[in-house]
């Protein structure tokens, strides 16, 4: 079945570096999304992809699309300790709504 | 508008009882699904919905029943509950179609002792 892979696990970073988290799917996705979760808190939407090589943008995060489809990466330029949590990427496949979450990538900051 | 709300925040088992946890959505989505999060599993999808009357496996459905006899409504119901089971149960609702982002519920946290 499809399996979306996400990369690295853990982030730990002084506030004002920048960071990046790397999602890869099995199969081509018709769309991915990315989700923020907060410590003790519950998964909440950022953005969505679609087309191929698509970029987005929302302020300090940037969100791209791989040519493929297959993958995709949000990077955080200059992190801030508003920043902290698990970032998920989430990828969809037919039209159905299933989405199938990468296992997360938990962003600590230093201030 | 509530959106996703999901009963109970926190609950203790023991081995071997059942339990239902609920979610009911009041945005008309048609989708809904439940995940599980554990430790370095992000959210594994357990079952899903695309309209009342339909139910589908996701990717870990073992020990999982669920239902979907109303829009609103889409309970899960444990059997017999084993300490496998211990994690933080996340129900969602999409309006359902591509590119729809998910709306998650504020979370079970079920400890199975």
């Known amino acids: 079945g499809q399996q979306v892979m996400q990369i690295p696990q853990y982030q730990h970073v002084q506030e004002g570096e920048d960071f990046t988290t790397y999602c890869n799917s099995s199969t081509t996705l018709s769309n991915i999304q990315w989700y923020k979760q907060r410590p003790g808190g519950h998964p909440v939407f950022l953005i969505q992809l679609v087309k191929s090589g698509e970029v987005k943008k929302q302020k300090r995060l940037t969100f791209q699309f791989g040519e493929a489809k297959k993958n995709s990466s949000l990077h955080i330029t200059a992190t801030q300790t508003t920043d902290v949590g698990t970032y998920f990427c989430?990828?969809?496949?037919?039209?159905?709504?299933?989405?199938?979450f990468g296992q997360g990538t938990t962003l600590q900051v230093k201030p | 508008n509530a959106g996703v709300t999901q009963t109970p925040k926190f609950q203790v088992l023991k081995t071997g009882q059942s339990m239902t946890l609920q979610c009911a959505q009041d945005?008309?989505?048609?989708?809904m699904s439940w995940y599980r999060q554990d430790p370095g599993m992000g959210l594994r999808l357990i079952h899903y919905s695309v309209g009342a009357g339909i139910t589908d496996q996701g990717e870990v459905p073992n020990g999982y029943n669920v239902s979907r006899s109303t829009t609103e409504d889409f309970p899960l119901r444990l059997l017999s509950a084993a300490p496998s089971q211990t994690s933080v149960y996340f129900c969602?609702?999409?309006?359902?179609?591509?590119?729809?982002?998910?709306?998650f519920g504020q979370g079970t946290r079920l400890t199975v002792v």
């Open positions: 989430a990828g969809g496949s037919g039209n159905t709504g299933k989405l199938i």
């Open positions: 969602a609702s999409t309006r359902g179609g591509v590119g729809t982002e998910a709306f």
């Open positions: 945005m008309n989505h048609e989708y």
